[in-house]
């Protein structure tokens, strides 16, 4: 046994040890997850997978390791889950190393989390799993020898883990081909599915202030091609010319099918619509090119959202909604995962998170932006959608369910490979 190995084997041994003193305990799970708080739907990961670890391992102590959890968005998590734990120091990280049981990787864009898995993984030698990311983002492969490097090193790492599952077959099918070979590999829905934030209040009082009914108005997002975070002050990110430039080039033909879609649904329906944001750039994109280029007779039917806001104040929008629409992914995932129906606009650019649509039965209400064909059916499909909103919320319900088979299943396997204690 090589020196490495052997390290490994005493670790695991000490740890099973300590684990085996304590019997009868509940299970530890540290989750690492909470990404950043300028967009609801990197918010919404956290909240989704506690649900679920609150619904199928309701006796686990549940550890977050966050990156971010500010703007009010602990103290939001704290109210629906008052069991959290939030590791906030380099100590506690560490007593979490020594007393957790199982590191759990939340939902994301990729293996955000790849460092400290490695870091668990490495240093402790006890089991990790990873539920619901996206992976080989782009669909493209790796081309130099680097990233070809880092590719393996993360393929290395799936392989050492009890289960990955991705959220879309893209990337199960992408990881498949890499070398991937884990014990458990498959497909789960985004844990953001799983969102049952509410802060009625917040809602009831916005929608009474703007003339919005329950049910008889569409939520619609705007988003440019890359998020400009170099104009978020606390993001602290450089300007970048190339970014800004393709977002200029494509932010009319990007939002154009939308703006029609709205002219369809004022001009006959009786439905209104807001403009609303899931990341804190969004209010301005919504404003330029959604709501002021609307002719007068349809701006008087359409309320724009100034101001950002957290993922329970919008869950309870959406709920009260008849439906959503629009260029982003997460306010959609949240949608479907509480029975209401949701249209979703994407392009290159973007990871292949937007094929979860196919995976669960709602190919036809996703659209790719770079396909022509495909733009003309934006407003037509939006229109069907506000003009018999119970046969969409039927099938939003049904797509929810197959999310919900998803979840069960893959909880089971998390359940499955926690340590018997």
């Given at each position: 046994m090589d020196r490495r190995r052997f390290l490994f084997a005493a670790t695991l041994a000490c740890a099973l040890q300590s684990i085996a003193a304590e019997k009868g305990r509940a299970p530890r799970i540290v989750l690492r997850s909470s990404w950043q708080t300028v967009n609801i739907g990197d918010i919404a990961h956290t909240p989704g997978i506690l649900r679920l670890l609150e619904q199928y391992l309701p006796d686990a102590e549940i550890s977050l390791w966050p990156s971010r959890v500010d703007n009010g968005v602990d103290r939001m998590l704290l109210a629906r889950f008052p069991k959290?734990?939030?590791?906030?120091?380099?100590?506690?990280?560490?007593?979490?190393?020594?007393?957790?049981?199982?590191?759990?990787?939340?939902?994301?864009?990729?293996?955000?989390?790849?460092?400290?898995?490695?870091?668990?993984?490495?240093?402790?030698?006890?089991?990790?799993?990873?539920y619901g990311i996206t992976f080989g983002s782009k669909g493209s492969t790796a081309t130099t020898e680097a990233a070809n490097a880092t590719l393996a090193k993360t393929i290395e790492l799936f392989n050492a883990a009890q289960f990955v599952f991705f959220r879309d077959s893209r990337s199960l099918a992408f990881a498949k081909s890499k070398g991937a070979t884990c014990p458990v590999l498959g497909f789960a829905p985004d844990a953001a599915f799983a969102v049952d934030l509410r802060d009625d209040a917040a809602a009831d009082a916005f929608l009474s202030a703007n003339g919005l009914e329950p049910g008889r108005f569409l939520c619609c997002i705007p988003r440019l091609r890359y998020t400009p975070y170099w104009t978020i002050p606390e993001k602290q990110a450089a300007p970048d010319p190339v970014k800004q430039a393709r977002n200029d080039e494509l932010k009319e033909h990007d939002h154009r099918p939308l703006r029609d879609a709205i002219l369809a649904v004022i001009r006959e329906t009786p439905m209104k619509i807001l403009l609303c944001p899931e990341d804190r750039t969004q209010m301005q994109v919504g404003k330029e090119l959604l709501l002021d280029p609307l002719p007068a007779d349809v701006r008087s039917r359409v309320v724009w959202k100034p101001n950002y806001w957290l993922t329970a104040e919008a869950l309870s929008t959406y709920v009260r909604s008849a439906g959503l629409f629009g260029n982003e992914m997460h306010s959609p995932i949240m949608c479907i995962g509480n029975g209401i129906p949701a249209v979703v606009c994407r392009w290159a650019e973007q990871t292949s998170k937007g094929y979860m649509w196919e995976d669960i039965g709602l190919g036809d209400w996703l659209f790719d932006l770079d396909d022509e064909a495909a733009v003309a059916r934006v407003a037509p499909t939006v229109l069907a959608m506000a003009a018999d909103p119970a046969a969409a919320k039927a099938k939003a319900e049904a797509a929810g369910e197959r999310v919900r088979q998803f979840q069960k299943q893959t909880m089971a396997v998390l359940g499955n490979s926690l340590p018997k204690i």
């Open positions: 959290l734990r939030i590791l906030q120091s380099a100590a506690e990280i560490e007593t979490a190393f020594r007393d957790g049981d199982f590191l759990l990787h939340g939902s994301g864009p990729s293996l955000v989390g790849e460092k400290e898995v490695r870091r668990w993984h490495e240093k402790t030698g006890k089991p990790f799993g990873v």
